[in-house]
Nanobody
Framework: QVHLVESGGGSVQAGGSLRLSCAAS????????LGWFRQAPGKEREGVAG???????RYADSVKGRFTISKDNAKNTVYLQMNSLKPEDTAMYYC?????????????????WGQGTEVTVSS
């Protein structure tokens, strides 16, 4: 099994920045894809960014140019740098791990999920 733990959420004013971290443990060699998802109150969970083990990356259109996903293989950690935050970015953010080497932001491509970290952006 794989265990994912997010950190770094918090409250920030619009225009501010946050960096989320997600540490993976357990059978991390299985993980070929790491991603970030978010779910706002009353809305479905949506993919934000995904990074495959070969380095390919995909972003949701809503965050392109503002968010950056990266990973540190030595630390088994994936990051999400979020800049120019907007109130509509307010959500619970989840880290996820998948078994396929594909830069996906689709829920179906992920098997392992963290518990989430909350991000609140005020106007």
């Amino acid at each position: 099994q794989v265990h994912l733990v997010e950190s770094g959420g918090g409250s920030v004013q619009a225009g501010g920045s946050l960096r989320l971290s997600c540490a993976a443990s357990g059978m991390t060699a299985l993980i070929k894809l790491l991603g970030w998802f978010r779910q706002a109150p009353g809305k479905e969970r949506e993919g934000v960014a995904g990074i495959a083990s070969d380095g390919r990356i995909r972003y949701a259109d809503s965050v392109k140019g503002r968010f950056t996903i990266s990973k540190d293989n030595a630390k088994n950690t994936v990051y999400l740098q979020m800049n120019s935050l907007k109130p509509e970015d307010t959500a619970m953010y989840y880290c996820a791990g998948g078994l396929w080497t594909v830069p996906s932001i689709s829920n179906d491509d992920y098997r392992y999920w963290g518990q989430g970290t909350e991000v609140t952006v005020s106007s």
